[in-house]
């Protein structure tokens, strides 16, 4: 700065005056109406309703200013106060190219006022005028860039100066500070609600994000859950097969020579099937999740869980049809047991102390699973940390019935309770499946 010459200072000047310009003739990208976005429809219209309505009141009382106060004939104060007044209505879409016109209305009619007798009355800013500026600005200060304010409100405080103290015959009244505080206000209000506003926004979408961010990172929690599962059970069957196919021609006499090549052909594919699956999905499997490596639990384990949550402070009963266990295959009776917890978990989380029952039956060549609570006692304190569910929710569930090819209904009762009710398939086997280890 020590060394800024004139010529530097020349062109910091003119590049300040060219963004100046910019601003004052460049506008937003955006050309949607004022509340355009909004879904109420009478919303939409409200900015065209106010903006009628102030026409229809300054019009009149601006051309009777014009005429009273200063002489002007009718033809020339209806046309200086509708070209005043009309921006109002352009101001909805086109908030910059409206301030253009009504700026230069308000300097010309200052210039045309001045050569009239005053009798009465402001000069060279009216009420109605006033009011029609600032309302502009407002609308403009809802749609432009806090560069395009300041330039505007630099621009109002330049032409209100050059209005009153170059070339006219009268100097202007307290009305040229009132137009300035104004419309400054109005800017700056107009600024604060639009920061506001889309404060808000950003607060919403994110929470809209963060919400959906949740629920996929629940689904892919579940899924991989899933998969993990599924490997155990793949694994077992798996293993079983080859070494069925490997002890096949020790177990049974006369095996010809070809069967028991194809036998062993069978007991080498089931075991690089095996590797490669556990290759594949073993990664799945983090090194803390020793109990996962447990037997996974099926229709046999639901009375354990209903008796764990009744120490919970949850009174529940279970039915299940008799000889259902042997029949149920192993994948749906770990969707069956899983989709009971999550659902007894979601009772002791929001109904605590709520009478559940849980029933397991026999619907056809499907598996009905159905766990109904009651609507919960009157002053009771939530359990929800007695009881560890798979933290799932309804998400988990509707993952556990799509691998099945099922369905769920969940939803409130009438009584206050709450309904999840199962549709699995039953693909039975020939043979009952074990658990794995």
């Known amino acids: 700065m020590k060394n800024l010459t004139s010529a530097d200072l020349r062109r910091y000047v003119r590049r300040l005056l060219r963004t100046f310009w910019q601003h004052l003739t460049v506008p937003g990208d955006n050309h949607t109406p004022l509340l355009g976005e909004s879904p109420r429809p009478w919303l939409r219209r409200l900015p065209y309703a106010v903006a009628l309505a102030m026409m229809s009141s300054l019009i009149p009382s601006g051309i009777g200013v014009l005429v009273g106060s200063f002489g002007l004939v009718l033809p020339v104060a209806g046309a200086l106060t509708v070209a005043q007044t009309v921006p109002l209505l352009l101001a909805i879409t086109r908030p910059l190219a409206a301030w253009w016109i009504s700026a230069a209305t308000l300097v010309t009619t200052a ?42 409100w630099l621009a109002t405080v330049a032409l209100t100066a050059l209005t009153t103290t170059l070339g006219l015959p009268r100097s202007g009244d307290g009305t040229t500070m009132l137009l300035i505080a104004l419309s400054g206000a109005a800017l700056l209000l107009g600024w604060a609600v639009r920061d506001r506003a889309e404060a808000r926004r950003l607060l919403t979408e994110q929470e809209h994000i963060s919400e959906v961010e949740r629920e996929r990172r629940t689904l892919l929690e579940e899924r991989a859950r899933i998969a993990r599962e599924l490997h155990d059970v793949v694994a077992h069957h798996m293993s079983v097969i080859a070494v069925q196919a490997a002890s096949a021609p020790y177990r049974i006499t006369g095996v010809p020579d070809e069967a028991s090549e194809e036998f062993t052909a069978i007991a080498g594919t089931a075991r690089e099937s095996l590797a490669e699956m556990r290759r594949l999905l073993g990664v799945l499997r983090s090194e803390e999740s020793g109990g996962e490596k447990a037997p996974q639990p099926g229709v046999g384990q639901l009375a354990q869980l209903v008796e764990t949550v ?86 988990g569930m509707r993952e556990r019935v799509r691998l099945v090819d099922g369905r769920l209904d969940t939803g409130p009762l009438p009584d206050g309770g709450f309904k999840v009710a199962a549709v699995l398939p039953l693909d039975r086997p020939d043979t009952p499946l074990e658990t794995t280890a």
Do not use: C, K
């Open 111 to 152: 210039t045309v006022t001045a050569r009239y007798e005053q009798d009465g009355g402001t000069w060279p800013w009216t009420a109605p005028m006033i009011l029609s500026y600032v309302f502009l600005l407002a609308a403009l200060a809802l749609r432009e860039s806090r560069a395009t304010l300041v330039s505007v």
């Open 310 to 395: 009744g120490r919970a402070g949850v009174p529940a009963e279970l039915t299940v049809e008799p000889g259902l266990v042997d029949l149920v295959p192993q994948a749906v009776g770990l969707s069956a047991y899983r989709i009971v917890q999550e659902a007894l978990a979601n009772v002791v989380r929001h109904a605590p102390g709520a009478r559940t029952w849980v029933s397991v039956a026999e619907d056809g060549p499907a598996l009905r699973v159905t766990v109904v609570n009651a609507a919960p006692p009157v002053r009771t304190e939530s359990l929800e940390a007695s009881v560890e569910g798979t933290g799932q929710g309804l998400v």
